[in-house]
């Protein structure tokens, strides 16, 4: 007899495979965006996870954030720039979020893709850029957060981060609790001073090479990870919008939760009232901003995550 329940999970779980591969189908991405009325509809549903277009509008939403408490990260959004004119003036972009934040006086790390900055055109390329982003950042007392990438591009990261680890104490690194070698990445970073976050995974990846998503499997390996993290005295940020997951990770760790260093970080339009909840409970916490036109991947990653979301995508077009 077929279960019901299984049936769905696997539909639910082909929806999502879907997301995953068209927010990687640049192809699809380019005929969508020249397309106005595609674009113009796309970018309706984009705007319920995204800070705006500019800096300033970024800025300004989490200004709000922090006005109710949350501290911040702010991220421009883009992924595998293969050109270096491009790198150099999108780093140049990141800059100048640098320098608005600390113009503001903004509790705000600025997050961001190494390949964003030209590490797949050439890593000295992308290594030279993210130093003038941390002395930048150094010098106004942000922390710069790199965030996961696909686990092709893992030793790439990974290898750039500890460079620059080694040169600044504020820079962190991202890891994905999903990649089956995480747990010993996380030994590696944590020979390093910056700051760990801990996301699920949500990159379209085999189960040769990661856990699958929903499994109690990851929510094990992700409550190990949180206590290896917390035991070793690191700052660790908990990023994830699972309310089950969050009650675990309270259940698990209790007090450790509320040490210095330690906080939980939710994106913009996602999990704000499990995020307002924390706050008002004495945990340190903090609001995920994205701005700029290349929300694509970023959007589509956010829906597959929970396949349910598109029907909210389908009632944001209606407005």
Same mark, same amino acid.
């Given at each position: 007899m077929i279960n019901p329940h299984d049936s769905a999970t696997t539909r639910r779980e082909e929806v999502a495979d879907a997301l995953r591969a068209w927010a990687l189908d640049e192809e699809l991405k380019a005929r969508v965006l020249s397309d106005p009325g595609l674009a113009a509809a796309a970018r309706r549903v984009a705007s319920r996870y995204i800070g705006g277009d500019t800096i300033g509008e970024? +800025?300004?939403?989490?200004?709000?954030? +922090?006005?109710?408490?949350?501290?911040?990260? *702010?991220?421009?959004?883009?992924?595998?720039?293969?050109?270096?004119?491009?790198?150099?003036?999108?780093? &140049? +972009?990141?800059?100048?979020?640098?320098?608005? *934040?600390?113009?503001?006086?903004? =509790?705000?790390?600025?997050?961001?893709?190494?390949?964003?900055?030209?590490?797949v055109v050439d890593a000295g390329l992308g290594l030279a850029h993210a130093r003038e982003l941390a002395a930048a950042t150094a010098s106004s007392g942000q922390e710069m957060m790199i965030s996961a990438e696909g686990s092709d591009r893992t030793d790439l990261v990974l290898g750039l981060y500890e460079t620059l680890a080694n040169e600044y104490d504020h820079v962190g690194i991202t890891l994905q609790a999903r990649l089956h070698r995480t747990p010993r990445d996380l030994e590696r970073v944590l020979r390093t001073d910056g700051r760990v976050r801990l996301v699920k995974g949500a990159f379209l990846?085999?189960?040769? *090479?990661?856990?699958?998503?929903?499994?109690?499997?990851?929510?094990?390996?992700?409550? &190990?990870?949180?206590?290896?993290? %917390?035991?070793?005295?690191?700052?660790?940020?908990f990023a994830t919008h699972d309310d089950a997951l969050v009650e675990?990770?309270?259940?698990?760790?209790?007090?450790?939760?509320?040490? =210095?260093?330690?906080?939980?970080?939710? %994106?913009?339009?996602?999990?704000?009232?499990?995020?307002?909840?924390?706050?008002?409970?004495?945990?340190?916490?903090?609001?995920?901003?994205?701005?700029?036109?290349?929300?694509? %991947?970023?959007?589509?990653?956010? *829906?597959?995550?929970? =396949?349910?979301? +598109?029907?909210t995508a389908l009632t944001d077009l209606r407005s």
């Open positions: 970024a +800025v300004a939403v989490a200004r709000a954030g +922090v006005a109710s408490g949350h501290l911040a990260s *702010i991220e421009y959004a883009g992924e595998s720039v293969r050109d270096r004119d491009l790198a150099r003036s999108e780093t &140049d +972009v990141f800059l100048e979020l640098a320098q608005a *934040i600390a113009d503001e006086g903004l =509790p705000s790390s600025v997050s961001l893709d190494l390949s964003h900055l030209g590490a990846e085999s189960e040769e *090479i990661a856990l699958r998503r929903g499994t109690e499997e990851l929510t094990a390996r992700y409550l &190990d990870l949180g206590r290896v993290a %917390l035991e070793s005295g690191h700052a660790v940020t675990a990770l309270q259940r698990e760790h209790g007090d450790r939760l509320r040490q =210095p260093g330690v906080d939980f970080e939710m %994106l913009l339009g996602l999990g704000t009232e499990l995020l307002d909840g924390l706050r008002a409970d004495g945990y340190r916490t903090r609001q995920y901003v994205v701005f700029g036109g290349e929300w694509w %991947l970023y959007v589509l990653n956010r *829906i597959a995550e929970h =396949p349910e979301r +598109v029907f």
